[in-house]
């Protein structure tokens, strides 16, 4: 599996896990991202139970998983967080944050490993890990019922979820270069799974004003530099919910 650091600022550390060429190829692949900020560590949508060997393997490798204290799930599918109970019984204490719509759901994974569960309330919230700031912000119906981005406040890196997704092949480049091709890859993936265009103008809106540097999505490249705007220009026009 694929381990980049993508960010970095004094003694933290931004990394990215995924790629992993020997997954199932029914699989669709899937980005985990891990922020270390000293001793606390964050792990957001650190994906499903099939690939969880060999992310907690990367992971493992540079720290300690006792320090995992938070887990950010943008939304409740199975490549999103089918690992969850996995993790929690390596990191119990660890508190996960997902949209208190899905609590119902989420507890299919297993009541007596989510302890710690933080629900979202609609309209996100500011949570802190060690002393960084991050904004939970909301991202309903893009694609799920309940669903959020987590913003980093200070490095100024957005992780989307599904936004900026899609069904890409095998060994994908880490960064989106050619614009043109990728939008075309990525655009069945958003008419089809993305169903509210009101709710992607609200998003589009909000995330203009933050301001990234760099957009993470859940799956295939991750956007930099003039690439945030491309991506977001893309998706205004965009018309999805259709087939
Ligand atoms: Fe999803
Ligand atoms: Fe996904």
């Not at 200070?154 to 880490?174: C, Q, R, T, V």
Request: net charge negative; proline share 6%; aromatic share 12%.
């Amino acid at each position: 599996m694929k381990t980049e650091i993508i960010y970095k600022n004094g003694g933290h550390q931004w990394y990215f896990f995924g790629r992993d060429p020997n997954r199932d190829a029914r699989l669709i692949d899937t980005n985990q991202f891990m922020i270390t900020v000293g001793n606390d560590i964050l792990l957001t949508d650190p994906g499903g139970a099939e690939i969880f060997p060999m992310v907690m393997t990367s992971v493992s490798n540079l720290v300690d998983v006792n320090r995992i204290c938070a887990i950010f799930c943008s939304h409740q599918d199975p490549d999103i967080i089918s690992s969850l109970p996995l993790w929690l019984s390596l990191c119990p204490k660890a508190t996960v944050y997902y949209s208190w719509l899905w609590e119902g759901l989420m507890s299919h994974y297993g009541t007596q490993y989510l302890k710690n569960a933080k629900l979202l309330p609609d309209a996100g919230m500011r949570i802190e890990i060690g002393d960084r700031p991050f904004e939970i912000i909301p991202a309903h119906y893009l694609h799920s019922a309940g669903n959020f981005s987590l913003f980093d406040v200070e490095a100024k890196i957005l992780f989307s979820g599904d936004l900026g997704g899609g069904f890409m092949p095998h060994d994908y480049p880490l960064y989106v270069k050619d614009f043109t091709a990728h939008f075309k890859l990525i655009e069945p993936f958003h008419k089809r799974v993305m169903t509210s265009n009101a709710a992607k103008h609200r998003w589009i809106k909000r995330v203009r004003k933050l301001n990234p540097v760099m957009i993470c999505p859940q799956h295939g490249a991750l956007f930099i530099e003039n690439g945030v705007t491309e991506f977001l220009d893309w998706l205004e026009d965009l018309e999805v919910g259709r087939w």
